[in-house]
């Protein structure tokens, strides 16, 4: 199974999650290492890993407080070869456009060099649309259109589905990946939302790979997770407190 690490930004800092209360967010304190600036840690999670993708949170995005457009722009261009999966509340397609258009804008003025020299390769950014903040279906569609490969979080607290808006409740829309993302358990050190997951898993069509999110606390808890048949799971706290590294196998 692949641990994929997070990266929970606001206000300028990487915060550590607390069972999806984002006002009790604070600064990261990590084990991984004394930096606490985005890339630093950033780095120190892939490290811890083994991943090749990042979850990026952009709390600021989700909550209107102001997008870390500079900060993501730099990771992008600093973790050539990685995937970063990121979720800044996109509405629709027109939203998420618009936030890659201005990352990719910071990019280009800071990637510029002397004629004739190759431009610096690119992290891969993958948008992540949560239902908490998606109001129209279609951009999932429009992103696949675009070659974007997008992902679909379904967030979830106290066992009730997050929507900012009526919601088709098929899996019919559903991309070819899916999170299964229990806010309560983000941070908690409660173990993870496993009936959820298995839930989730059981009424997505056979070629959605479904992703879990929260609750890891320790390699049984990975062990417990692929039993579920998870492949991947979102890890953050337990990565940073270093009660885990890199997943273990499947079981046969």
Do not use: K, N
């Not at 890659?100 to 690119?122: C, K, M, N």
């Not at 829309?173 to 059981?202: H, K, N």
């Not at 479904?210 to 990565?239: E, K, M, N, P, Q």
Request: with cysteine.
């Amino acid at each position: 199974m692949q641990v994929i690490p997070v990266l929970d930004l606001l206000d300028g800092h990487v915060v550590r999650a607390v069972r999806g209360e984002r006002t009790a967010y604070r600064p990261i304190e990590s084990r991984l290492c004394a930096a606490s600036e985005p890339l630093a840690i950033a780095r120190a999670l892939l490290a811890a890993s083994g991943a090749r993708t990042l979850y990026i949170a952009d709390l600021g995005a989700i909550l209107q407080r102001g997008a870390h457009v500079s900060t993501l722009a730099a990771l992008r261009a600093a973790l050539p070869g990685i995937d970063l999966w990121l979720d800044a509340g996109f509405a629709d397609y027109a939203s998420m456009r618009e936030m890659f258009e201005r990352i990719e804008a910071v990019d280009r003025h800071d990637g510029q060099t002397v004629d004739h020299v190759a431009p610096t390769p690119l992290a891969t950014l993958v948008p992540v649309f949560g239902t908490e903040s998606l109001r129209d279906i279609h951009a999932l569609h429009a992103a696949q259109a675009a070659g974007l490969a997008p992902i679909l979080s379904l967030d979830h607290r106290a066992g009730q589905l997050l929507a900012a808006a009526e919601l088709d409740r098929s899996s019919a829309w559903w991309p070819s990946r899916v999170i299964a993302m229990t806010l309560d358990q983000v941070g908690s050190y409660a173990g993870p939302d496993l009936a959820t997951f298995e839930r989730i898993r059981a009424r997505a069509a056979a070629q959605t790979t479904v992703i879990g999110a929260g609750g890891i606390r320790h390699r049984a808890d990975l062990s417990a997770a692929i039993d579920t048949g998870a492949t991947a799971w979102l890890v953050a706290s337990a990565l940073h407190d270093r009660q885990i590294g890199a997943a273990p196998a499947g079981h046969a």
